[in-house]
């Protein structure tokens, strides 16, 4: 019976994390979409290391101002196929990235990347520390 119950509260424990790191997850969405710079700093850790499917990469303060000033311009993004894998404090995330695009000095685009990112508990809240991107090549 103990054993059983042991179990259990594990399993809710887990699954209760991965309702969590799926909400930061959505929020992180809607912040590539409408960025302000406080909130992205407060859903990135200080030490995040943002890869694009170009081969750059950008700090947190290098990231927040890219989006802030349009260099990079999200006009929807739509994210599918996700699993969310959490393992103590750290959380891996992946997913199929579909986006519209409209950078600085660019005509409309699109994005169809696949994304892994990483997720670490911070002070009770589930932070971005690290993220890449592939381009899906058909």
């Known amino acids: 019976m103990i054993i059983l119950m042991a ?9 209760k994390e991965e309702a ?16 302000k ?23 947190q303060q290098v990231f927040a101002a890219s989006l802030i000033s349009g260099k990079f311009n999200f006009e929807s993004i739509e994210q599918t196929e996700q699993t969310i894998t959490v393992t103590g404090d750290a959380a891996i995330v992946r997913h199929v990235f579909k986006a519209t695009t ?23 809240k589930w932070v971005l520390i690290a993220r890449q991107a592939v381009k899906i090549v058909s």
Not at 7 to 15: H, I, K, L
């Open 102 to 124: 409209h950078d600085a000095g660019k005509d409309l685009g699109t994005a169809n990347l696949k994304v892994l990112q990483v997720w670490q508990k911070q002070s009770g």
């Open 20 to 35: 969590a790191v799926a909400a930061a997850v959505e929020n992180f969405r809607k912040l590539l979409i409408d960025p």
């Open 37 to 59: 710079e406080a909130d992205l700093n407060a859903a990135t850790s200080k030490a995040l290391s943002y890869g694009h499917s170009n081969g750059l990469v950008e700090d």
């Open 7 to 15: 179990v259990t509260v594990s399993s809710f424990a887990q699954s």
